[in-house]
């Protein structure tokens, strides 16, 4: 009879936990890659390919296809290494999602920001290197169409505003109603400046020169100085998190 | 006894329901596979793939001659090309059952599945564009073109994510009969590495690195579809181990 | 400047046997509401700071241009707009000094009130917005119309984030078990905070000559 009063458990779930193997080695191996590749983020995109900080979009098509001329080689290098690890951006995601699992809240912020920035990646980050690589690929094309594709890289670029505007709301909100403190609540207020900063940054489409245009003061500069505060923040506090996570702690999966 | 069945019932449907669910995602995979292979035939930019450095006015002539074909082979890619998602979605379900220290690995490699599958949606996207107004002046459809097949060929990244989570969750698989064989971990590992050179597509138009060349096209091609059929047999496995599993102890 | 009137307040007005257990334990000098909150005012001050110093260079850049536009906005408007606020932020100081008293019933009126200005800021400055935009003065007419439109946009961003933190104040004074001062104390932080950027936004881009 004390047989029925135990509920069945999942026999998969069971057999997972029975024989799971100790320590935290892969939720590790995810976050250094996080240093490492933003630093060949930021060697590609700042060093290289020249898109940060972006060069102005009120250029004449001749110095449009200088630009592209005289950054050929290294637009060329910069972004077929981006093709190789832009994959590793993904497992940023599922460890800040797997941390955000072990939030009082449930799965279902944790599954909105896996989503929200594997949609993201592509505008916002791999499609300004389709954009570039195209139009180095064959330089005699007609100058318009480099242009265009001058335009169209950074605009995606810099422009992608809601993929990550709603990975920022659903973030901050997973924190400020989260109950096990899996981060401070002050990340939560830090993550909010980068919903602002994504809106203050809508008139890209609009300027051409000035604080509101692609490079501009508030759109561009201020922009990506929030974006790398926050990025180091969450660095320390998933490094925390990790570290101060209990070795064998089941977390809800549903 | 009696009441013993009652609890345990919904829990057992839910299993086979689950297996179910599992069995089908599996099956479709050859199903896409062969609707796949009729399209690559299909596309008459694939035999043999066209090359990087045809001059604008062939590329523009490329697609009025061959309008039909192209536009039939791309509108089954549009509507099947997302059709191996059910099939990837079954690693990471698999990923999870294993005796991992936590689910990190799966989560990233499903972030990585969505990205890819979408990549791989706007590259036939861009080869309908194309062909929808053939007479469109050559440099715009040569644009087309160069978007549509850098698209397809260079974007291995998210491959090689996946391969590399992939062999990683295998390896710390603690099962003492672990989900996946550790070779099919190694065998993730050379799939990640033969895909790598692909990403130089964007760069070279001729040589075995270009789009049509023999490393980037035939044979990435040909590690993509090996990795799908290894890792079919191996998921069909995974699965009915699984169901008896389940069943064993039910 | 409101802030530290309470908290001065707290000390020599507060009756011992209102205070509730928390205040009891506090620290004579602590912090109003909490670290969090003070993290998220003081960083947005700086980022606020920074928007109003590139409006000033860009200003001194053009500034006919910037003295000529500012004519067609409506001082009126927002001087109204700035006493909207105001009134809501001496509610908000009022409800702190009520919760502390352990008056909840009165704390969730003046909470409310300083919510329902708070609505009739954004409707105010919906109706001044319609009104440039008729006149033809949109985002894109010139740098101080997209300065204008932008950094009062943000600003009622800020208001609306507002309202979704007095609306928790106001769940959490409605239950018992809920109740913390702190909270209201936070809830006051970030509504001053917000009243305190207006005061700035309006002297910029209203008032300087």
Redesign the interface.
């Given at each position: 009879m004390t047989?029925?009063s135990t509920?069945?458990t999942?026999?998969?779930a069971v057999?997972?936990q029975?024989?799971?193997?100790?320590?935290?080695?892969?939720?590790w191996?995810?976050f250094w890659s996080v240093p490492i590749f933003f630093t060949l983020f930021g060697l590609i995109f700042v060093a290289l390919t020249r898109v940060m900080p972006p060069p102005s979009p009120n250029l004449t098509t001749t110095q449009v296809l200088y630009f592209f001329h005289h950054h050929a080689l290294t637009i060329?290098i910069g972004?077929?290494?981006?093709?190789?690890?832009?994959?590793?951006a993904?497992?940023t995601?599922?460890?800040v999602?797997?941390h955000m699992?072990r939030m009082s809240v449930g799965s279902v912020w944790?599954y909105g920001y896996?989503?929200a920035?594997?949609?993201g990646?592509?505008p916002g980050c791999?499609f300004a290197a389709?954009a570039f690589?195209?139009a180095v690929?064959?330089p005699d094309?007609?100058p318009h169409?480099m242009v265009l594709?001058y335009d169209m890289g950074l605009l995606m670029f810099i422009g992608s505003l809601g993929c990550f505007a709603a990975q920022y709301l659903i973030f901050a909100l997973a924190i400020l109603l989260d109950k096990n403190k899996i981060f401070?609540?002050?990340l939560?207020?830090?993550t909010?400046?980068q919903v602002?900063t994504e809106?203050?940054a809508a008139?890209v489409f609009?300027?051409k020169h000035?604080?509101?245009a692609w490079n501009g003061?508030?759109s561009f500069w201020?922009g990506t100085a929030?974006f790398v505060f926050w990025q180091v923040c969450l660095l320390y506090l998933l490094h925390r998190a990790i570290k101060d996570q209990p070795l064998g702690e089941a977390?809800q999966?549903i | 006894m009696s009441v013993q069945a009652e609890v345990d019932q919904p829990l057992i449907g839910q299993h086979n329901n689950d297996i179910t669910a599992q069995t089908v995602s599996l099956w479709i995979t050859p199903v896409s596979g062969l609707i796949f292979l009729a399209a690559f035939l299909i596309f008459p930019g694939f035999r043999p793939p066209m090359s990087p450095s045809m001059p604008a006015d062939q590329v523009a002539a490329f697609f009025r001659d061959h309008t039909t074909s192209i536009r039939l082979s791309m509108i089954i890619f549009d509507i099947c090309g997302v059709m191996l998602v059910p099939f990837f979605m079954l690693i990471v379900v698999q990923m999870k059952r294993m005796a991992t220290p936590s689910h990190v690995f799966a989560y990233s490699y499903l972030s990585g599945v969505a990205t890819g599958a979408t990549l791989f949606a706007i590259a036939d996207l861009f080869w309908l564009i194309a062909a929808f107004r053939p007479e469109r002046s050559p440099n715009l459809v040569v644009l087309l073109n160069d978007m549509a097949w850098i698209v397809f060929t260079a974007p291995v990244g998210m491959l090689i994510a996946q391969n590399i989570c992939l062999a990683l969750a295998i390896y710390m698989d603690a099962r003492p009969m672990p989900i996946f064989p550790k070779w099919v971990g190694h065998f993730n590992l050379v799939c990640a590495a033969v895909m790598t050179p692909a990403a130089c597509a964007a760069v070279f138009r001729t040589g075995p690195l270009a789009w049509n060349g023999f490393v980037s096209f035939w044979l990435k091609i040909s590690m993509f579809s090996l990795f799908v059929i290894v890792m079919f047999f191996m998921l069909r496995i995974a699965i009915k181990r699984q169901a008896f599993e389940e069943k064993g102890v039910a | 400047m409101t802030l530290s009137t309470d908290a001065s307040a707290l000390s020599t007005a507060m009756p011992p046997e209102n205070a509730s257990v928390e205040d009891a334990q506090r620290p004579k000098d602590y912090l109003p509401g909490d670290f969090n909150m003070w993290v998220f005012v003081l960083g947005d001050m700086i980022i606020f700071a920074i928007y109003f110093i590139i409006f000033m260079v860009e200003r001194t850049r053009d500034r006919t241009l910037f003295l000529a536009s500012q004519q067609h906005l409506y001082q009126t408007i927002g001087l109204i707009n700035t006493l909207v606020l105001l009134t809501s932020s001496w509610c908000m100081a009022r409800a702190v000094r009520a919760t502390r008293s352990g008056n909840s019933v009165q704390a969730l009126r003046l909470v409310i009130g300083a919510a329902f200005c708070g609505i009739a800021f954004i409707a105010i400055k919906v109706v001044e917005w319609s009104l440039e935009i008729h006149h033809g003065y949109t985002l894109p007419r010139n740098d101080f119309f997209t300065f204008y439109f932008m950094l009062t946009g943000v600003h009622l961003f800020h208001v609306v984030m507002g309202l979704v933190i007095l609306g928790v104040v106001v769940r959490e004074l409605r239950n018992p078990d809920l109740r913390r001062v702190s909270m209201v104390e936070a809830g006051a932080t970030y509504w001053h905070m917000v009243d305190l950027l207006w005061i700035v936004l309006f002297a910029l881009i209203y008032v300087m000559r």
């Open positions: 047989v029925i509920p069945a999942p026999t998969k057999d997972a029975k024989y799971r193997r100790p320590g935290k080695l892969d939720q191996i995810c060329k972004f077929t290494m981006l093709m190789v690890v832009v994959g590793f993904s497992w995601n599922g460890l999602a797997t699992k944790a896996i989503a920035l594997a949609v990646a592509i791999i389709f690589l195209t690929f064959r094309r007609n169409v594709l401070p609540k002050w939560a207020y830090v909010i400046w602002v809106g203050l008139p609009i300027f000035g604080p509101f003061a508030i201020q929030i977390v999966d | - | -």
